[in-house]
């Protein structure tokens, strides 16, 4: 797959309903997840134990937010080097200095 080809793709799915739906959707689920995990945690007497809990529910926040985010962050990493090609070709066919 080409990167115009992933960038295409990459785009119509950020634009997609489908794709706000289920952000919307495991955001929200993962917030009601967290609480509950958090307060489970609250409730542990050993420390220890309740500290390495919020720990699982931070690395399962991020994991779940790192996820969600690729879309958006690898469409502007595309675009960027796309961008930059194109300031590469034009500068290359009007000469260097």
């Given at each position: ?69 690729w879309p958006e962050d ?7 080097v796309a961008a930059r ?13």
């Amino acid at each position: 797959m080409t990167n115009d080809q992933e960038r295409e793709d990459l785009d119509a799915l950020v634009k997609s309903p489908g794709w706000h739906r289920i952000k919307a959707w495991a955001t929200s689920d993962m917030s009601a997840h967290m609480l509950a995990a958090t307060e489970q945690a609250a409730n542990v007497t050993d420390d220890a134990v309740a500290l390495n809990k919020l720990r699982q529910v931070i690395a399962a926040k991020k994991a779940v937010e790192m996820t969600l985010n690729w879309p958006e962050d690898r469409l502007k990493a595309l675009t960027a080097v796309a961008a930059r090609d194109e300031r590469d070709q034009s500068f290359s066919r009007r000469g260097g200095l």
